[in-house]
């Protein structure tokens, strides 16, 4: 281990030191991402067709491509001093168990209730909504981690919050539905009798468990048709993106308060809101030509939607109820195995991270699950952080290329982000321990299924 | 709200300011506390009773009431800089909830893996051990967190743990018991067929679902019948309230550094170890007659030691298997209610801060668990943090103070320990939200079952 930087083990920024503005990185894309479509018209969708169902200014960041930085109102950052700044924490436990020169550090964005990154854009979403003095907002959620920070948020804001819960979840993991209720959300099984839409699939499909995709047309349809509502999203849309370049400010705050120079970035990646979020202030960089940064997107070799899917129109959500977006997609139909622990399984990406790697601004690798969970069993006993299975992507990669650099004698600086804890994930834990967990990798047969959900015109092509 | 501390939300120290020594309040005492006896003897118990079952360095802490300050072991800083110093936090959200002029900190010892402060001592017993030269410890855990502690503790230092978990939770609480796991603990249902009174408990009770007195007789037994290893306990001794006092400074440091002036402190207190931590600096001053404090112990009213206990010598453990202890006991047999939720379930209380309850240095509230949720409910949704069920209890009390502040107009700085975080009690709140939870308060005839256990002589008299 490599006496190159002596920091603290821990990084805390000040509370005074928090980021006072957002970092928009489509301000410095020279190709910007392509405009959601509306799937009727294949007709870019404006403020106007966005309105019903997203907040006013939400709307207004979501379209906006050209402003660079945007002011964090005093409100968020009253939240903000609760659970930021988080810290930068340098992984010497797991450098010296590696044996590597290589120097790792990692945003931990698990120290908060809600145990994860997603917190960051519940708060700015959950403002918002208050500012424009609705009642409330609705959501869908699976595991529970967006719908727990939303509830978090709305607490703190007066807000309703109505949480569609995706039924086989609130079911079988009732803890998660209980902070939530703790926090006064109202979560309600998905699908239910309180919507049009899950009155009809409770009637064609009785005995169903629900998906994300019903959960997300109850809530949508909740938005639409009571005054006072509207509908948030907690990752792939521009405006999370936006919220989210917290952590990597943050981050780019932290290294050069302590001279930390980091070479390698790396993020997993399911919708990409927190990979989006950390890479965002070093791409700009990069976008820029001031810096260069080797920035690596993880993904799960079970939904492999960067290194193996299309990059096309698609929509975001398997009940077709979303607009197209261009994005890397396996097809709004593929379901990653039942075999799959964890988040990040999520068929498209963010437009904007999927312009930025088309174009050769980062780059992706896949990863199995018990490869994953070795790393996060590692970690674990090095670093005393139990992560969460997402993050625990990213910490496999980390740990990937600290053993290449073992192997080349190179010092590299990797830093990588820590989106969450897995206190709630102990089910796929308990997997790992008994031995009893399978790696999934879909053959090119399995894949054929899902791309034949993408949307095609009625030439046949997809829509590009 | 007033004005009065101009501080930042979250007060961390900085790493060179984690405590280089820990605090022995017994070093202060002018009545120390009544020593361990041997229950056949009943002399007490010197360091040659004790080697067998603690290590060489523990025992020598154990019963030396003279040294008021030990070095801190490089070792253990090692393990503290991951996880502390601790934040001390300004409750400015409750404070405003509360409408209250009544200053509010807490020092939130939850933000670790193993949720609450259990790991300060777990950490020092784990490195003793390993200093040793053992192979291994053993101890016994209900619900999980102390077996969760150690397991993080033996995985840093590299040293074998045995955990005996009551039979009930092992099966109906899998997640803690999966967290030990990933650490690499070895985690047993007690009763067991790998020690012999486990076996002869299995035989005479052969559906029995476990019990902590059984837990303890086999970690125990494993412990002094297997070369190399031995066993270690969470709460109540005299060794881990000096552990704890890191707690105590590193809250006494934050206040000098920012200020703060606390009239009142607050903790809950099932064995002692977090209360005897926290208050530990404070009660130095006090004894020394250097300062006042109002000192309060919270327990629940359905588990009230000192409020409603006998000062007199008692087994620790309903199996009697360990050393009488003179301290505030309901009677070894006593268990709380079924309905009693969380932890704090403890028949005693610690030695030294029942000494020092007895010489009137602190007083004691037990409140009622319905009241101590609301407490919860109210701080998860104005702080952030999802509290404990145990810390939940300092918290009821913290509000309860500050609301008398705001009936007298008092400006009182009342600071409490935040011990850790529920998200592995969600049972508990789950009945809270839906409103099924009760309340049990003993009556004077359950006291008396109870105090029927404690033993006499042969005269009919306690030991007192």
Known sequence: MSKKYDVPYKMYLEEKEIPKKWYNVRSDMKVKQAPLLNPGTLQPMGAAD????????????????????????????????????????HAEYLEKALDTPAHIFYKFEGNNTSGSHKLNSALAQAYYAKKQGLKGVTTETGAGQWGTALSMACAFFGLDCKVYMVKVSYEQKPFRREVMRTYGAEVTPSPSDTTNIGREILKAHPGTTGSLGCAISEAVEVAVTNEGYRYVLGSVLNQVLLHQSVIGLETKAACDKYGIKPDMIIGCAGGGSNLGGLIAPFMGEKLRGEADYDIIAVEPASCPSFTRGKYVYDFCDTGMVTPLAKMYTLGHDFIPSANHAGGLRFHGMSPVLSQLYHDGYMRAVSVEQTEVFKAAELFARTEGILPAPESSHAIRTAIDEALKCKETGEEKTIVFGLTGTGYFDMVAYEQFNNGTMNDYIPTDEDLAKGFASIPKRSDGSYIE
């Not at 002011?71 to 700044?85: G, L, N, S």
């Open 50 to 89: 966005l309105s019903p169902v997203f907040c006013e200014e939400l709307v207004a960041q979501e379209l906006d491509d050209a402003t660079a930085y945007y002011d964090i109102p005093d409100e968020i950052h009253d939240f903000y001093k609760i659970y930021r700044p988080s810290p930068l924490m």
